[in-house]
């Protein structure tokens, strides 16, 4: 089936990388940054020039589009959905895409940057590109690959079944968000509109992933006040907000962070202080497998802030706690069908399945908890977020395959 099809994700990926889509967390508006319509939009006008017809950009930033069914047969709607926007940890601006030929397992060092090396000894999933084509950035920002690989894979399979109308498939539709790295990417998501039964994200790393569990995830804010006063005239009534902050953060217990936790484990992790004297705010994210064992986290902490204000007379604190997002096995558990056909999806495209947890989240996980189960495929990311990103481009087009190996199964299946 794919013997005489050029796969198009690759091309369409080193354009898209060059658009910088960063999404801006310190942002309250939505999207975050205006930016992330640029790519959106073009996403669009490829759509309409496939022939996808309803192809179109909201207000809030979200593409949508539909490829119509091949079959008369009721075969449930699918969605697959990619986030356009890369993380704020890296910039994003000026991004140059280097593809790399028949990899060989040397180092590969980035011109713009050469103190940036990507070492097979520290990036072992390298053997299995051995011969292969890479795709790298110049060294002074991230590539992208997270999420716009998924993005140019979506693009490629629409290509494919617009081009391939002998497939058989149902209805399927197509969902591009933005701001997904700051944990806002379906905030104005129309479901309704959608109109679909489930989902897929195409936002994962190795190939044969399929990951149908994430963090259960809530942000904690701990607010300290202090006592202001006059540094020349503050003995016995300064209480420095400042420094009860950094009592709390030394008191933070290391088994319980980022660094020395792996698999299933948890963790409570500080990500952002701002303040004064008189007045200091620290942001935490807490993260966790199981949703019960967040509360026991964030009364761990506040135990460690009320400890150690209590003993700074005339401070005191506030402790609040949001939920950003939950474990999407607590939904996909009753819905087996849609991970088997990822499955056997998979298989077909002559993999081995690799079922995996994500240590974070995905729009995936939220759109579960809003009707829409979304487990996470497979699209090639590796070492995201930093500027040792790379992708596989036979990687890439193993994930088209996939995709279409899946809407096939979900028509056989109905």
Do not use: W
Request: with cysteine.
């Amino acid at each position: 089936m794919f013997d005489q099809y050029v796969f198009t994700a690759a091309e369409r990926f080193c354009r898209y990388v060059q658009f910088d889509t960063q999404s801006d967390p310190l942002s309250s508006a939505f999207p975050s940054t205006e930016k992330q319509k640029i790519l959106s939009q073009l996403l669009v006008n490829e759509l309409l020039e496939m022939g996808i017809d309803d192809a179109h950009i909201d207000d809030f930033g979200y593409v949508y589009a539909t490829i119509p069914a091949t079959t008369n047969k009721s075969v449930p709607v699918i969605c697959f959905c990619a986030h356009v926007d890369t993380a704020p940890d890296c910039s994003g601006t000026g991004v140059k895409p280097l593809i790399h030929k028949n990899y060989s397992g040397a180092d590969i060092v980035l011109p713009d940057d050469t103190t940036q090396v990507i070492r097979l000894s520290e990036h072992p999933y390298l053997n299995n590109c051995l011969g292969k084509e890479l795709i790298t950035a110049s060294g002074t920002t991230l590539l992208g690959s997270d999420d716009k690989a998924g993005v140019a894979e979506i693009m490629d399979l629409a290509h494919f079944l617009v081009t391939h109308p002998e497939v058989e498939h149902g209805t399927i539709k197509i969902l591009f968000t933005p701001d997904e790295e700051v944990g806002r990417g379906v905030n104005h998501v129309d479901l309704k509109k959608l109109g679909a039964e489930f989902g897929y994200t195409l936002d994962g790393g190795d190939p044969g992933m399929l990951e149908d569990e994430n963090f259960s995830a809530d942000a904690v804010e701990v607010i300290i006040h202090g006592v202001s006063a006059h540094p020349g005239a503050a003995k016995d009534k300064l209480v420095n907000a400042l420094k009860i902050a950094g009592e709390v953060l030394a008191a933070l217990p290391r088994e319980l962070s980022p660094e020395a936790t792996t698999g299933k484990e948890g963790f409570l992790h500080p990500v952002h202080v701002d303040g004064i004297a008189e007045r200091c705010a620290i942001s935490f994210i807490i993260r966790d497998f199981v949703t019960s064992k967040l509360s026991e986290k964030e009364a761990l902490l506040k135990s460690i802030v009320e400890s150690i204000v209590a003993v700074h007379p005339g401070a005191r604190f506030e402790f609040k706690v949001h939920e950003q997002y939950r474990n999407m096995k607590e939904i996909l558990k009753d819905h087996p069908r849609i991970v088997e056909y990822a499955l056997e999806a998979i298989r077909r495209t002559g993999l081995t399945p690799i079922p995996g947890s994500i240590r974070g989240g995905t729009d995936g996980s939220r759109l579960s908890f809003m009707g829409l189960p979304c487990p996470n495929l497979f699209a090639g990311q590796q070492a995201i977020h930093s500027k040792l990103e790379h992708i596989c481009i036979q990687d890439m087009n193993k994930s088209v395959e996939m995709l279409v190996h899946l809407v096939q199964v979900a028509a056989e299946k109905s």
